[in-house]
């Protein structure tokens, strides 16, 4: 069992900035991936950004070049870097954990972002 507590959302104007955290009560060295997907109202959860072991990292299509995704082991912890907003980044971000060895999957509760003027 992974639990995964998300935090940093709020809100933030067009053009600022916000980092999410996402703490695992896993140590995250056993942890085969892990990563951020937002669901906006209507939409498809979609795919954020995603850092697996080993050092890659995947970005979804809108986000590259304005968001960056990193661990940090020592504290179970993956950050979310999130510059250049747009309203259309406003959603719910949820942090994600698999587990290749299980094959499980797991969810934080999720954290709000608006980005508004």
């Known amino acids: 069992q992974v639990q995964l507590v998300e935090s940093g959302g709020g809100l933030v104007q067009p053009g600022g900035s916000l980092r999410l955290s996402c703490v695992s009560s896993r140590s995250t060295f056993s942890i085969s991936a892990m990563g951020w997907y937002r669901q906006a109202p209507g939409k498809e959860r979609e795919l954020v950004a995603r850092?697996?072991?080993?050092?890659?990292?995947n970005y979804g299509d809108s986000v590259k070049g304005r968001f960056t995704i990193f661990r940090d082991n020592a504290k179970n912890t993956v950050y979310l870097q999130m510059n250049s907003l747009k309203p259309e980044d406003t959603a719910v971000y949820y942090c994600n954990a698999f587990i290749r060895s299980t094959g499980l999957m797991y969810w934080g509760q999720g954290t709000q972002v608006t980005v508004s003027s």
């Open positions: 850092a697996i072991s080993g050092g890659t990292t």
